[in-house]
Protein backbone atom coordinates (compact mmCIF):
# COMPACT_ATOMS: atom_id res chain seq x y z
CA UNK A 1 0.00 0.00 0.00
CA UNK A 2 1.22 3.37 -0.75
CA UNK A 3 0.10 6.94 -0.29
CA UNK A 4 1.74 10.07 -1.81
CA UNK A 5 2.31 13.60 0.22
CA UNK A 6 3.15 16.65 -1.20
CA UNK A 7 4.40 19.68 0.45
CA UNK A 8 7.26 22.47 -1.40
CA UNK A 9 8.85 22.16 2.28
CA UNK A 10 10.76 19.02 0.57
CA UNK A 11 11.88 20.30 -1.95
CA UNK A 12 15.62 21.55 -0.20
CA UNK A 13 15.75 17.98 1.19
CA UNK A 14 16.57 19.31 5.21
CA UNK A 15 13.76 17.69 7.09
CA UNK A 16 13.80 13.99 4.88
CA UNK A 17 15.82 12.09 7.45
CA UNK A 18 13.08 13.32 10.34
CA UNK A 19 10.12 12.47 7.80
CA UNK A 20 11.96 9.27 6.85
CA UNK A 21 12.22 8.73 10.97
CA UNK A 22 8.30 9.10 11.28
CA UNK A 23 7.77 6.62 8.50
CA UNK A 24 9.77 4.10 9.79
CA UNK A 25 8.07 4.82 13.48
CA UNK A 26 4.47 3.39 12.03
CA UNK A 27 6.28 0.33 9.68
CA UNK A 28 6.33 2.30 6.69
CA UNK A 29 8.94 3.45 4.22
CA UNK A 30 9.41 7.41 2.63
CA UNK A 31 10.14 7.79 -0.88
CA UNK A 32 11.28 11.61 -2.03
CA UNK A 33 10.75 13.03 -5.46
CA UNK A 34 11.14 17.09 -5.44
CA UNK A 35 8.37 18.08 -3.82
CA UNK A 36 6.39 14.87 -2.75
CA UNK A 37 6.92 11.72 -0.79
CA UNK A 38 5.21 8.60 -1.42
CA UNK A 39 4.73 6.54 1.57
CA UNK A 40 4.81 2.83 1.16
CA UNK A 41 3.45 0.05 4.01
CA UNK A 42 2.15 -3.47 4.16
CA UNK A 43 -1.49 -2.23 5.29
CA UNK A 44 -3.37 0.68 4.53
CA UNK A 45 -3.77 1.75 8.24
CA UNK A 46 0.00 1.98 9.04
CA UNK A 47 0.38 3.95 5.09
CA UNK A 48 -2.65 6.47 6.68
CA UNK A 49 -1.30 7.02 10.10
CA UNK A 50 2.07 8.07 8.94
CA UNK A 51 1.09 9.80 6.07
CA UNK A 52 -1.09 11.86 8.99
CA UNK A 53 1.78 12.58 10.99
CA UNK A 54 4.01 13.01 8.77
CA UNK A 55 1.72 15.83 7.25
CA UNK A 56 1.36 17.07 11.42
CA UNK A 57 5.08 17.38 11.58
CA UNK A 58 5.05 19.65 8.46
CA UNK A 59 1.93 21.70 8.81
CA UNK A 60 1.83 21.99 12.45
CA UNK A 61 3.19 25.17 14.71
CA UNK A 62 5.88 24.77 16.66
CA UNK A 63 3.88 23.71 20.34
CA UNK A 64 5.43 25.49 23.91
CA UNK A 65 6.11 23.04 25.82
CA UNK A 66 6.80 24.24 29.10
CA UNK A 67 6.32 28.11 30.40
CA UNK A 68 8.91 28.85 33.29
CA UNK A 69 8.20 31.14 36.70
CA UNK A 70 9.75 34.37 34.75
CA UNK A 71 7.08 34.02 31.86
CA UNK A 72 9.66 32.56 29.33
CA UNK A 73 7.73 29.92 26.83
CA UNK A 74 10.41 26.74 25.80
CA UNK A 75 9.28 25.33 22.39
CA UNK A 76 11.51 23.72 19.73
CA UNK A 77 12.48 26.24 17.21
CA UNK A 78 13.74 23.80 14.51
CA UNK A 79 12.06 20.82 12.40
CA UNK A 80 14.89 18.77 14.00
CA UNK A 81 14.43 20.28 17.43
CA UNK A 82 10.36 19.37 16.57
CA UNK A 83 10.95 15.70 15.93
CA UNK A 84 13.45 15.42 19.11
CA UNK A 85 10.87 16.66 21.17
CA UNK A 86 7.61 14.13 19.36
CA UNK A 87 10.68 10.97 19.35
CA UNK A 88 10.38 12.33 23.30
CA UNK A 89 6.52 11.93 23.79
CA UNK A 90 6.57 8.21 21.81
CA UNK A 91 9.28 6.66 22.73
CA UNK A 92 10.57 5.18 26.27
CA UNK A 93 14.19 6.08 24.56
CA UNK A 94 15.64 8.44 22.91
CA UNK A 95 19.44 8.73 21.93
CA UNK A 96 20.11 12.10 20.16
CA UNK A 97 23.39 13.63 18.69
CA UNK A 98 24.06 16.97 17.48
CA UNK A 99 26.55 19.69 17.98
CA UNK A 100 26.99 22.49 20.46
CA UNK A 101 24.21 24.63 21.25
CA UNK A 102 21.10 22.51 18.93
CA UNK A 103 19.39 22.15 22.32
CA UNK A 104 19.59 18.39 23.15
CA UNK A 105 19.93 18.95 26.67
CA UNK A 106 18.26 22.04 27.54
CA UNK A 107 15.19 20.63 25.35
CA UNK A 108 15.45 16.86 27.45
CA UNK A 109 15.58 18.29 30.33
CA UNK A 110 12.37 21.00 29.90
CA UNK A 111 10.70 17.35 28.94
CA UNK A 112 11.27 15.54 31.77
CA UNK A 113 10.77 19.16 34.13
CA UNK A 114 6.78 18.52 31.87
CA UNK A 115 6.87 15.05 32.64
CA UNK A 116 7.48 15.53 36.46
CA UNK A 117 4.68 18.65 37.23
CA UNK A 118 2.51 16.56 34.77
CA UNK A 119 2.95 13.68 37.83
CA UNK A 120 3.78 11.24 35.20
CA UNK A 121 6.90 10.12 36.44
CA UNK A 122 7.48 10.66 40.29
CA UNK A 123 11.48 11.80 40.20
CA UNK A 124 13.83 13.52 37.57
CA UNK A 125 17.40 11.85 37.41
CA UNK A 126 19.46 13.49 35.62
CA UNK A 127 23.38 12.27 34.94
CA UNK A 128 26.97 12.47 32.85
CA UNK A 129 30.17 10.85 32.88
CA UNK A 130 32.83 13.35 34.80
CA UNK A 131 35.62 12.64 32.34
CA UNK A 132 35.72 16.52 31.40
CA UNK A 133 38.99 17.66 29.80
CA UNK A 134 40.84 14.59 31.54
CA UNK A 135 40.13 15.40 34.88
CA UNK A 136 39.58 12.81 37.83
CA UNK A 137 37.14 13.78 40.81
CA UNK A 138 39.73 12.63 43.09
CA UNK A 139 41.94 15.17 41.72
CA UNK A 140 39.31 17.90 42.90
CA UNK A 141 39.21 19.62 46.46
CA UNK A 142 36.34 18.88 48.36
CA UNK A 143 33.94 16.52 49.51
CA UNK A 144 32.05 14.14 47.02
CA UNK A 145 29.24 16.70 46.17
CA UNK A 146 31.95 19.67 45.66
CA UNK A 147 33.66 17.61 43.43
CA UNK A 148 30.47 16.24 41.47
CA UNK A 149 29.39 20.17 41.01
CA UNK A 150 31.35 21.29 38.17
CA UNK A 151 30.53 18.51 35.76
CA UNK A 152 26.83 18.92 36.79
CA UNK A 153 26.80 22.47 36.57
CA UNK A 154 25.11 22.76 32.93
CA UNK A 155 21.68 20.72 34.42
CA UNK A 156 21.65 22.26 37.37
CA UNK A 157 21.80 25.91 35.41
CA UNK A 158 18.87 24.66 33.22
CA UNK A 159 16.87 23.85 35.84
CA UNK A 160 17.29 26.52 37.75
CA UNK A 161 15.87 28.17 34.53
CA UNK A 162 13.15 25.62 34.15
CA UNK A 163 12.08 25.51 37.96
CA UNK A 164 13.07 28.84 39.45
CA UNK A 165 16.01 28.49 42.08
CA UNK A 166 14.02 28.38 45.02
CA UNK A 167 11.18 25.64 43.73
CA UNK A 168 14.35 23.46 41.99
CA UNK A 169 15.90 23.70 45.46
CA UNK A 170 13.29 22.33 47.38
CA UNK A 171 12.57 19.33 45.10
CA UNK A 172 16.44 18.23 45.22
CA UNK A 173 16.66 18.62 48.81
CA UNK A 174 13.52 16.40 48.68
CA UNK A 175 15.13 13.89 46.75
CA UNK A 176 12.42 14.64 43.78
CA UNK A 177 15.53 15.55 41.64
CA UNK A 178 18.46 13.79 41.59
CA UNK A 179 21.48 14.64 39.66
CA UNK A 180 24.23 12.86 39.79
CA UNK A 181 27.44 11.37 37.70
CA UNK A 182 27.30 8.46 36.03
CA UNK A 183 29.15 5.77 38.21
CA UNK A 184 26.66 6.30 41.21
CA UNK A 185 24.51 4.83 38.35
CA UNK A 186 25.52 1.15 39.00
CA UNK A 187 23.55 -1.20 40.56
CA UNK A 188 20.57 1.10 40.82
CA UNK A 189 16.63 0.08 39.53
CA UNK A 190 15.49 3.64 38.42
CA UNK A 191 11.38 3.15 38.33
CA UNK A 192 9.16 6.14 37.67
CA UNK A 193 11.33 8.32 36.43
CA UNK A 194 11.92 10.86 33.94
CA UNK A 195 15.93 10.01 33.39
CA UNK A 196 18.64 12.02 31.53
CA UNK A 197 21.64 11.24 30.04
CA UNK A 198 24.07 14.13 28.84
CA UNK A 199 27.47 13.99 27.73
CA UNK A 200 27.24 10.73 26.12
CA UNK A 201 30.13 10.50 23.52
CA UNK A 202 32.03 10.57 27.32
CA UNK A 203 30.63 6.73 27.99
CA UNK A 204 32.19 3.66 27.86
CA UNK A 205 30.55 1.22 25.60
CA UNK A 206 30.38 -0.94 29.08
CA UNK A 207 29.28 2.32 30.90
CA UNK A 208 26.63 3.11 28.29
CA UNK A 209 25.55 -0.60 28.81
CA UNK A 210 25.08 -0.42 32.36
CA UNK A 211 22.95 3.06 32.28
CA UNK A 212 20.73 1.44 29.34
CA UNK A 213 19.93 -1.30 31.97
CA UNK A 214 18.84 0.37 34.95
CA UNK A 215 15.95 1.28 33.05
CA UNK A 216 12.88 0.53 35.31
CA UNK A 217 9.01 0.30 34.95
CA UNK A 218 7.48 3.50 33.88
CA UNK A 219 10.59 4.88 33.34
CA UNK A 220 11.30 7.47 30.06
CA UNK A 221 14.95 7.77 29.24
CA UNK A 222 16.73 10.38 27.24
CA UNK A 223 20.07 9.89 25.72
CA UNK A 224 22.13 13.05 24.97
CA UNK A 225 25.67 13.86 23.47
CA UNK A 226 28.29 15.59 20.86
CA UNK A 227 30.66 13.47 18.56
CA UNK A 228 32.87 16.33 18.07
CA UNK A 229 33.42 17.02 22.03
CA UNK A 230 34.71 13.22 22.71
CA UNK A 231 37.12 13.34 25.41
CA UNK A 232 37.97 9.40 25.97
CA UNK A 233 41.25 8.20 25.80
CA UNK A 234 42.29 7.93 21.97
CA UNK A 235 41.28 5.04 20.68
CA UNK A 236 38.44 3.92 22.96
CA UNK A 237 34.79 3.51 21.03
CA UNK A 238 32.41 5.80 22.40
CA UNK A 239 29.34 4.23 24.40
CA UNK A 240 27.10 6.50 22.47
CA UNK A 241 28.21 5.31 19.33
CA UNK A 242 27.96 1.85 19.93
CA UNK A 243 24.55 2.47 21.47
CA UNK A 244 22.96 3.79 18.09
CA UNK A 245 24.48 1.14 15.95
CA UNK A 246 23.46 -2.05 18.38
CA UNK A 247 20.09 -0.50 19.25
CA UNK A 248 18.79 1.55 16.46
CA UNK A 249 16.40 -1.18 15.38
CA UNK A 250 14.28 -1.76 17.94
CA UNK A 251 11.26 -0.95 18.91
CA UNK A 252 10.46 1.50 21.26
CA UNK A 253 13.74 3.01 21.07
CA UNK A 254 13.89 6.54 18.70
CA UNK A 255 17.42 7.67 17.14
CA UNK A 256 17.75 11.38 16.47
CA UNK A 257 20.61 13.25 14.95
CA UNK A 258 20.51 16.84 15.24
CA UNK A 259 22.52 19.51 12.39
CA UNK A 260 23.97 22.80 12.10
CA UNK A 261 20.97 24.18 11.23
CA UNK A 262 19.42 22.99 14.92
CA UNK A 263 21.91 25.32 16.65
CA UNK A 264 19.61 28.15 18.28
CA UNK A 265 22.72 29.63 20.87
CA UNK A 266 24.73 32.37 19.48
CA UNK A 267 24.44 32.50 15.88
CA UNK A 268 28.31 32.97 15.54
CA UNK A 269 28.00 29.35 17.16
CA UNK A 270 27.09 27.49 13.74
CA UNK A 271 29.52 29.40 12.13
CA UNK A 272 32.47 28.28 14.49
CA UNK A 273 30.68 24.50 14.33
CA UNK A 274 31.18 24.48 10.16
CA UNK A 275 34.41 25.98 9.84
CA UNK A 276 35.91 23.64 12.38
CA UNK A 277 33.90 20.70 10.20
CA UNK A 278 35.57 22.02 6.82
CA UNK A 279 39.19 22.28 9.13
CA UNK A 280 38.72 18.15 9.75
CA UNK A 281 36.85 17.32 6.27
CA UNK A 282 40.07 18.81 4.73
CA UNK A 283 42.65 16.76 7.43
CA UNK A 284 40.84 13.98 5.83
CA UNK A 285 42.57 14.28 2.56
CA UNK A 286 45.95 15.52 3.70
Known sequence: ?????????????????????????????????ENSVNITGETIASVNMAQAAIEEFVTSDFEVLY???SGRQIKPKTYGQKYYVDSINKSELVICSGPAGSGKTFLGVAMAVKAFRAHEVSRIILTRPAVEAGEKLGFLPGDIQEKVNPYMRPIYDALEVLLGPELFERYYEKGLIEVSPLAFMRGRNLDDAFVLLDEAQNTTCEQMKMFLTRLGLNCKACVCGDFTQIDLPRGMKSGLADSISVLEKIEGISIVSLENEDIVRNPLVRKIVAAYEERDRLNLYE
Do not use: R
Open 67 to 69: TTP
Open 1 to 33: MNSLYENDIFKDGKINGYVNGIASFYGCTAEFN
